[in-house]
C-alpha cells in the first residue's frame, strides 16, 4: 500500500460476507466516486494482497477529487473541488472502511458483509481498566410523553450513573479514556474512533487488526458497567413470541443529519425535478414526528402494516425496515449525492420499533431486550460493605439508657457506627426530634460528608426491615446539602447538647473551635463527596450474594427476595441521581 498514506484511525467495522468477489468490491469504489470529476481518479488499486500467513491482508483504495455543490450561489451553480478517499480494508474475517469526502456506499457494502453488532463492538476494552467520560443513550420507549434519549458526560461515569432501570436503555455512543488513549464508539454505524495524530498505512492495517482480534476474544473482559444496559437478542427469536406494535422515525436525528451535510430535498414530476421549499421541508420532517401504530400483518404474512400511512413494515432475514411509496417519492441530496428519504431512514437506521411485549425493541439495526433488575446486581452488591463489629450488635442503641452514661452500650449498632468512624474529624449523633441522620460524619482530609442511618434486626432477607431504613436515607439526601448557617444553628440548638436524659454529648468527637473553618473547608472544596450510609446488621452480605446469584441465574427465589433488589435499586438511584454515593454497612 501507500506509504505516504497519512490517515486518522476512524473507520466502519464490517463482518465480512462469505463469497465476496471482484466485482461487489468494484462496485463499492465505483459508488464511492460518484461525485468525482471526470478523469480525477489519482490512485485505483481493487484487492491488492499484503503479506503472508496471519499477516495477510487485502486492500481497495480510490484517491479522486470529488465535486461538492456551492449552495450559496444557486443560480451560477458553481461547485467545489476537494479531495477524496475510499480504503477498503479485509483484515481475517472483517471488513474495514476508512473514507472521506466520498458518495454513499452503504447499499454496495451489504453485498460484502453486516454491521458488526454494537454487543461485539464494546468488547474490544474492558469495563474495569476504562473511564466512561460520556454515554449516549436511547430509551426503549416512542412515547411523547417521556425521555427517549439522553448524554451523560463525567471524568468517570462508572458508580455516578445511577443502574436503576439502565435495563431500559439502549448506548449508542460512547466515549472512553484508557491510560492516555480516548476512544469514541459510535454503536449505531459500528465507527471506532482513537483520537491521535495521522499516522501511515502501515500503522492504520495494525490498528485495525488490533481491533478486530479484540472483538473475538473478549470473553475474560470485565462488562460490569455496560452488562447494566439492555442486551442484544435476536430478531426472529421476538418475532416468534412478539409483534411490532410502534413505529418511530428518529426525525430529531434525521434533521440534525439533513441540516449538518446541508440536504436539499426534492421530488420528480413528469421527469422534472422540483426543489422542496424549506417550508415544505419542515412539514415533511413534522409529519415524520408521529408514533405510527403497527397493524396486523400484511398479505404475504410476514410484513405487518404500518395504520394511516400507506407503508408497510418489512421483517427482511435478520433485520426490519420500512417501505413507503411517500418515503421513495422524496429524494435527498447530499453534495450530489442522491438517494430517497426512505433509503437514508432506513440505511441509516434512523427509526425504531416497539413490541406488544415491551421489554423488546428494535434501534440502530438491532433487537434489544430489557434486562432491569438482573443488569444491576453486580453494582448493587458494591454498595454493601461488610463488617464484622456489626454482628455483636444486639440493639440499635443499647436501650435502656442510665443518667450517667457518656456513651452507647458497645453492643449497640450506633456504638459500633462510631467505632468504625473514629478517626474522623467530628462524629455527631442527631439522632431523635428533627433529625437529618442519626449520625453525622466530617472528614476534612478526606473531604467527605457522610449522614449514616442504623436499624438492628434479627439476620435475614426481608424486604420489610429494609425499607423503613431506605426510606429515611432518601428523605434525607436533600439535607446533605446544607450550608455553614443551617449546620451551625442546628449545632447550636440540637449537636452541642447531651442526647436524651444521659451525659453521652451529642458531639461525640471533634473541637468545637475547629466546627466553623471545617465546614468551610468542605463546602468550598469541589471535590467534597457527600456519602448515605445505611447501617444494618440484618443483612449479610454473603446471604444477599447467594439470593441474587440465583436472580442472575434465573432461578425461582421468593417473592420478598425481588422486593429486596428494587429496594436496593431505589435506594441507589436515588442517592446518584444528587451526585451521593450509597453505602450500606452489613454483616459479612
Same mark, same amino acid.
Given at each position: 500500500?501507500?506509504?505516504?498514506?497519512?490517515?486518522?484511525?476512524?473507520?466502519?467495522?464490517?463482518?465480512?460476507?462469505?463469497?465476496?468477489?471482484?466485482?461487489?468490491?468494484?462496485?463499492?469504489?465505483?459508488?464511492?466516486?460518484?461525485? =468525482?470529476?471526470?478523469?480525477?481518479?489519482?490512485?485505483?488499486?481493487?484487492?491488492?494482497?499484503?503479506?503472508?500467513?496471519?499477516?495477510?491482508?487485502?486492500?481497495?483504495?480510490?484517491?479522486?477529487?470529488?465535486?461538492?455543490?456551492?449552495?450559496?450561489?444557486?443560480?451560477?451553480?458553481?461547485?467545489?473541488?476537494?479531495?477524496?478517499? &475510499?480504503?477498503?480494508?479485509?483484515?481475517?474475517?472483517?471488513?474495514?472502511?476508512?473514507?472521506?469526502?466520498?458518495?454513499?456506499?452503504?447499499?454496495?457494502?451489504?453485498?460484502?458483509?453486516?454491521?458488526?453488532?454494537?454487543?461485539?463492538?464494546?468488547?474490544?476494552?474492558?469495563?474495569?481498566?476504562?473511564?466512561?467520560?460520556?454515554?449516549?443513550?436511547?430509551?426503549?420507549?416512542?412515547?411523547?410523553?417521556?425521555?427517549?434519549?439522553?448524554?451523560?458526560?463525567?471524568?468517570?461515569?462508572?458508580?455516578?450513573?445511577?443502574?436503576?432501570?439502565?435495563?431500559?436503555?439502549?448506548?449508542?455512543?460512547?466515549?472512553?479514556?484508557?491510560?492516555?488513549?480516548?476512544?469514541?464508539?459510535?454503536?449505531?454505524?459500528?465507527?471506532?474512533?482513537?483520537?491521535?495524530?495521522?499516522?501511515?498505512?502501515?500503522?492504520?492495517?495494525?490498528?485495525?487488526?488490533?481491533?478486530?482480534?479484540?472483538?473475538?476474544?473478549?470473553?475474560?473482559?470485565?462488562?460490569?458497567?455496560?452488562?447494566?444496559?439492555?442486551?442484544?437478542?435476536?430478531?426472529?427469536?421476538?418475532?416468534?413470541?412478539?409483534?411490532?406494535?410502534?413505529?418511530?422515525?428518529?426525525?430529531?436525528?434525521?434533521?440534525?443529519?439533513?441540516?449538518?451535510?446541508? =440536504?436539499?430535498?426534492? !421530488?420528480?414530476?413528469?421527469?422534472?425535478?422540483?426543489?422542496?421549499?424549506?417550508?415544505?421541508?419542515?412539514?415533511?420532517?413534522?409529519?415524520?414526528?408521529?408514533?405510527?401504530?403497527?397493524?396486523?400483518?400484511?398479505?404475504?404474512?410476514?410484513?405487518?402494516?404500518?395504520?394511516?400511512?400507506?407503508?408497510?413494515?418489512?421483517?427482511?432475514?435478520?433485520?426490519?425496515?420500512?417501505?413507503?411509496?411517500?418515503?421513495?417519492?422524496? +429524494?435527498?441530496?447530499?453534495?450530489?449525492?442522491?438517494?430517497?428519504?426512505?433509503?437514508? &431512514?432506513?440505511?441509516?437506521?434512523?427509526?425504531?420499533?416497539?413490541?406488544?411485549?415491551?421489554?423488546?425493541?428494535?434501534?440502530?439495526?438491532?433487537?434489544?431486550?430489557?434486562?432491569?433488575?438482573?443488569?444491576?446486581?453486580?453494582?448493587?452488591?458494591?454498595?454493601?460493605?461488610? +463488617?464484622?463489629?456489626?454482628?455483636?450488635?444486639?440493639?440499635?442503641?443499647?436501650?435502656?439508657?442510665?443518667?450517667?452514661? !457518656?456513651?452507647?452500650?458497645?453492643?449497640?449498632?450506633?456504638?459500633?457506627?462510631?467505632?468504625?468512624?473514629?478517626?474522623?474529624?467530628?462524629? @455527631?449523633?442527631?439522632?431523635?426530634?428533627?433529625?437529618?441522620?442519626?449520625?453525622?460524619?466530617?472528614?476534612?482530609?478526606?473531604?467527605?460528608?457522610?449522614?449514616?442511618?442504623?436499624?438492628?434486626?434479627?439476620?435475614?432477607?426481608?424486604?420489610?426491615?429494609?425499607?423503613?431504613?431506605?426510606?429515611?436515607?432518601?428523605?434525607?439526601?436533600?439535607?446533605?446539602? @446544607?450550608?455553614?448557617?443551617?449546620?451551625?444553628?442546628?449545632? =447550636?440548638?440540637?449537636?452541642?447538647?447531651?442526647?436524651?436524659?444521659?451525659?453521652?454529648?451529642?458531639?461525640?468527637?471533634?473541637?468545637?473551635?475547629?466546627?466553623?473553618? !471545617?465546614?468551610?473547608?468542605?463546602?468550598?472544596?469541589?471535590? !467534597?463527596?457527600?456519602?448515605?450510609?445505611?447501617?444494618?446488621?440484618? &443483612?449479610?452480605?454473603?446471604?444477599?450474594?447467594?439470593?441474587?446469584?440465583?436472580?442472575?441465574?434465573?432461578?425461582?427465589?421468593?417473592?420478598?427476595?425481588?422486593?429486596?433488589?428494587?429496594?436496593?435499586?431505589?435506594?441507589?438511584?436515588?442517592?446518584?441521581?444528587?451526585?451521593?454515593?450509597?453505602?450500606?454497612?452489613?454483616?459479612?
Amino acid at each position: 500500500m501507500y506509504d505516504d498514506l497519512a490517515l486518522t484511525l476512524n473507520a466502519q467495522f464490517y463482518r465480512a460476507n462469505e463469497n465476496a468477489s471482484d466485482a461487489d468490491f468494484e462496485a463499492i469504489l465505483d459508488a464511492a466516486v460518484e461525485n =468525482a470529476f471526470p478523469g480525477s481518479i489519482m490512485v485505483d488499486d481493487l484487492r491488492i494482497a499484503v503479506g503472508r500467513g496471519r499477516n495477510r491482508y487485502r486492500y481497495s483504495l480510490r484517491v479522486f477529487k470529488a465535486r461538492r455543490p456551492v449552495y450559496f450561489l444557486p443560480r451560477l451553480q458553481l461547485e467545489d473541488q476537494i479531495h477524496a478517499f &475510499i480504503l477498503v480494508l479485509e483484515i481475517e474475517h472483517c471488513i474495514v472502511v476508512l473514507r472521506k469526502s466520498c458518495a454513499n456506499i452503504s447499499d454496495q457494502l451489504e453485498s460484502v458483509g453486516h454491521l458488526i453488532p454494537p454487543n461485539e463492538l464494546w468488547s474490544t476494552f474492558d469495563d474495569s481498566l476504562v473511564e466512561f467520560q460520556k454515554l449516549s443513550v436511547r430509551n426503549m420507549t416512542v412515547s411523547d410523553k417521556t425521555l427517549r434519549a439522553r448524554t451523560l458526560e463525567a471524568a468517570d461515569l462508572k458508580g455516578l450513573v445511577s443502574t436503576h432501570a439502565a435495563g431500559r436503555s439502549i448506548p449508542y455512543f460512547l466515549r472512553v479514556r484508557e491510560g492516555r488513549k480516548l476512544t469514541s464508539l459510535s454503536l449505531s454505524t459500528s465507527r471506532v474512533f482513537d483520537a491521535s495524530d495521522r499516522v501511515p498505512s502501515a500503522a492504520v492495517v495494525e490498528w485495525a487488526r488490533q481491533k478486530i482480534r479484540q472483538i473475538g476474544s473478549s470473553a475474560n473482559r470485565d462488562k460490569s458497567f455496560l452488562s447494566s444496559f439492555a442486551a442484544t437478542v435476536d430478531l426472529s427469536a421476538v418475532l416468534a413470541r412478539s409483534n411490532p406494535s410502534a413505529l418511530l422515525i428518529e426525525s430529531g436525528r434525521l434533521a440534525e443529519l439533513l441540516m449538518e451535510r446541508s =440536504a436539499r430535498l426534492f !421530488t420528480v414530476e413528469d421527469g422534472v425535478k422540483r426543489w422542496l421549499s424549506t417550508d415544505l421541508q419542515e412539514r415533511v420532517l413534522e409529519a415524520l414526528e408521529r408514533v405510527f401504530e403497527i397493524g396486523s400483518k400484511a398479505e404475504n404474512g410476514r410484513d405487518f402494516e404500518v395504520v394511516g400511512a400507506k407503508a408497510e413494515l418489512r421483517v427482511n432475514k435478520a433485520s426490519l425496515s420500512i417501505r413507503s411509496k411517500s418515503l421513495q417519492r422524496i +429524494h435527498v441530496d447530499i453534495g450530489g449525492d442522491v438517494s430517497t428519504l426512505q433509503s437514508l &431512514i432506513v440505511k441509516g437506521n434512523l427509526f425504531c420499533v416497539c413490541f406488544d411485549d415491551p421489554k423488546y425493541m428494535y434501534f440502530m439495526g438491532q433487537c434489544f431486550e430489557d434486562s432491569s433488575g438482573v443488569s444491576q446486581i453486580e453494582s448493587l452488591l458494591e454498595m454493601l460493605h461488610p +463488617h464484622a463489629e456489626l454482628s455483636r450488635a444486639t440493639s440499635e442503641k443499647g436501650e435502656p439508657f442510665s443518667r450517667s452514661q !457518656t456513651r452507647f452500650k458497645p453492643t449497640s449498632v450506633f456504638d459500633v457506627v462510631e467505632r468504625m468512624h473514629a478517626a474522623e474529624d467530628f462524629v @455527631f449523633c442527631d439522632d431523635k426530634g428533627i433529625e437529618w441522620a442519626d449520625h453525622i460524619v466530617l472528614n476534612r482530609n478526606e473531604g467527605v460528608i457522610t449522614f449514616i442511618h442504623s436499624k438492628h434486626g434479627k439476620q435475614s432477607t426481608s424486604a420489610s426491615k429494609l425499607h423503613d431504613v431506605v426510606g429515611q436515607g432518601i428523605k434525607n439526601l436533600g439535607n446533605m446539602f @446544607f450550608d455553614v448557617d443551617q449546620f451551625m444553628s442546628k449545632y =447550636a440548638s440540637k449537636l452541642r447538647l447531651d442526647y436524651d436524659s444521659t451525659q453521652i454529648n451529642r458531639k461525640r468527637r471533634g473541637r468545637e473551635a475547629e466546627l466553623r473553618p !471545617t465546614l468551610k473547608a468542605l463546602l468550598a472544596n469541589y471535590g !467534597t463527596q457527600r456519602r448515605c450510609v445505611l447501617a444494618c446488621d440484618f &443483612i449479610s452480605k454473603a446471604d444477599v450474594s447467594a439470593q441474587f446469584a440465583r436472580v442472575k441465574a434465573r432461578q425461582p427465589v421468593k417473592g420478598h427476595i425481588i422486593q429486596l433488589l428494587w429496594i436496593l435499586s431505589s435506594f441507589s438511584h436515588a442517592a446518584k441521581e444528587v451526585s451521593v454515593e450509597p453505602r450500606i454497612y452489613c454483616e459479612p
